[in-house]
């Protein structure tokens, strides 16, 4: 059974400031997504990390993947409050259409 | 492109009751599929369909849950009779191809609460 941790659960952070959230997953994996969530709203996709090295960035979000590891890091760079919200890494295991979901990760922006 | 569709958005019954949900997929995209996300937990697959045939429906509460998809486009998901634990979000979500592969679109969801 694929198992999927994220830590912390829970991020207060001040504006301005850099943090890691990190995906750790228990068996062999061929992808790996992070998404976000706004209270009450659905999933967003951010990115999509397909290869052992992968690195996506979109603003002030920069995603990378270690295989080998089994582990994925979400980095947040310069936080401002836009970016407090709930972020989920969702694991699939290789050879199998499911993807298994983390606990989530609720982020909270201080001024 | 218009997203996938859910409705309703909000449900509140009493255990023992029926409830059904639907789904109306993006345009053109193959694959369907029905997660629950219970409050401060990922979701969690339910069922998915690859056009109107079952692909993987091992986590379905089959004695309560039931889902279909007829000619291949909007699902509806049914629980008969509701517990206090179906009390969740109930979340469809779709992708193009067949691939378990492809990125998947969610909707809105809708909330289920279980009295």
């Known amino acids: 059974e694929l198992k999927v941790e994220q830590n912390p659960l829970f991020l207060s952070m001040q504006e301005g400031k850099n943090y890691t959230i990190y995906c750790n997953y228990s068996t062999t994996s061929d992808r790996l997504y992070w998404y976000r969530q706004d209270p009450g709203k659905s999933l967003e996709s951010l990115f999509v990390l397909l290869s052992n090295g992968a690195v996506k960035q979109e603003g002030r979000l920069m995603a990378s993947l270690d295989t080998k590891a089994r582990l994925s890091t979400l980095h947040i760079t310069a936080a401002v409050h836009d970016l407090s919200a709930t972020y989920f890494c969702?694991?699939?295991?290789?050879?199998?259409?499911?993807?298994?979901f983390g606990k989530g990760t609720k982020l909270s922006v201080i001024p | 492109e218009a997203g996938v569709a859910q409705s309703p958005r909000y449900k509140i019954i009493e255990k023992r009751q029926s409830v059904a949900f639907w789904c109306n997929p993006i345009s053109g995209h193959a694959t369907l599929y029905w997660y629950q996300q219970i409050l401060g937990q990922g979701p969690k697959l339910l069922i998915q369909f690859q056009n109107n045939g079952v692909v993987d429906d091992s986590q379905l509460p089959k004695d309560r849950f039931s889902a279909e998809r007829l000619k291949g486009v909007d699902s509806t998901l049914k629980i008969q009779p509701a517990k206090l634990e179906d009390s969740a979000v109930y979340l469809c979500?779709?992708?193009?191809?067949?691939?378990?592969?492809?990125?998947?679109?969610f909707g809105p969801g809708t909330r289920l609460t279980v009295l």
């Open positions: 979500a779709s992708s193009a191809g067949s691939s378990g592969y492809n990125e998947q679109f």
């Open positions: 969702a694991v699939g295991r290789a050879g199998s259409y499911q993807l298994t």
